[in-house]
């Protein structure tokens, strides 16, 4: 099955700062997406990664908080920029595969910020 | 209201016993899926349900299309079980492809 190597798998931050977290899927792929997971909630999506294009954000996620790119069909990355403690929260990378259908999600990003 | 609702919340068994976890959904779907989280955050695809039943070692999961429920089942439940089971469906509108998620629920398997 496809396998999508995520780093950093965890990370301290000061406020203020950025982060780029990656994700890289071994399979063809069609869509790539980031979710971001704050405690004790579920999975809340971020933004669908368009290849060599911009993404397409949710509802009350923005392009300068949450700049994205994909250079290519397998490769994305996420910064979370100007972070501040609330946007402690776990990270994570999914994309749809193209063999049957089925996703696949990275092993995701434990983000603290103090 | 979620438009995926799971439960139990939480739910702690005893190794050995069989266990269920329950999915209802309000929405048309293309399909269902149940994925587990670990502790450390990252989740596996244990199933992708359109109809019917599957079944993977002790795990198996069933959907009834037209009452919108799913059920998890786990069989001789182990420590190595304990995560958080999660329910997610692709809504049929609109031909997306997002996944809309339960809450999950975490599972706790005791020696």
């Known amino acids: 099955s496809a396998v999508i190597s995520q780093k950093p798998s965890r990370d301290i931050c000061q406020r203020g700062t950025s982060l780029t977290i990656q994700c890289q899927v071994d399979?063809?792929?069609?869509?790539m997406f980031w979710y971001r997971q704050q405690p004790g909630q579920s999975l809340t999506l971020i933004a669908t990664?368009?290849?060599?294009?911009?993404?397409?954000?949710e509802s009350g996620f923005v392009i300068d908080k949450f700049p994205i790119s994909r250079p290519n069909l397998t490769f994305s990355t996420l910064t979370v920029s100007n972070m501040s403690p609330e946007d402690s929260s776990i990270y994570l990378c999914?994309?749809?595969?193209?063999?049957?259908?089925?996703?696949?999600f990275g092993s995701g990003t434990r983000l603290t910020v103090v | 209201k979620n438009e995926v609702e799971q439960s139990p919340q939480n739910l702690t068994a005893q190794e050995g016993e069989f266990i269920t976890i329950n999915c209802s959904y309000s929405?048309?779907?293309?399909?269902l899926h149940w994925l587990q989280q670990h502790p450390g955050g990252g989740i596996v695809s244990l199933f992708m349900?359109?109809?019917g039943k599957k079944k993977h070692g002790r795990l198996i999961a069933t959907i009834n299309i037209q009452e919108k429920h799913s059920s998890l089942h786990i069989t001789a439940s182990h420590p190595r079980d304990s995560a958080v089971y999660i329910c997610?469906?692709?809504?049929?509108?609109?031909?997306?492809?997002?996944?809309?998620f339960g809450k999950g629920t975490k599972l706790t398997v005791n020696p």
């Open positions: 349900l359109s109809s």
């Open positions: 399979s063809q792929v069609t869509m």
């Open positions: 929405v048309g779907i293309s399909a």
């Open positions: 997610a469906v692709r809504p049929r509108q609109g031909g997306s492809e997002k996944l809309v």
């Open positions: 999914s994309a749809r595969l193209k063999l049957n259908y089925g996703y696949t």
């Open positions: 990664a368009n290849q060599g294009s911009e993404a397409t954000y």
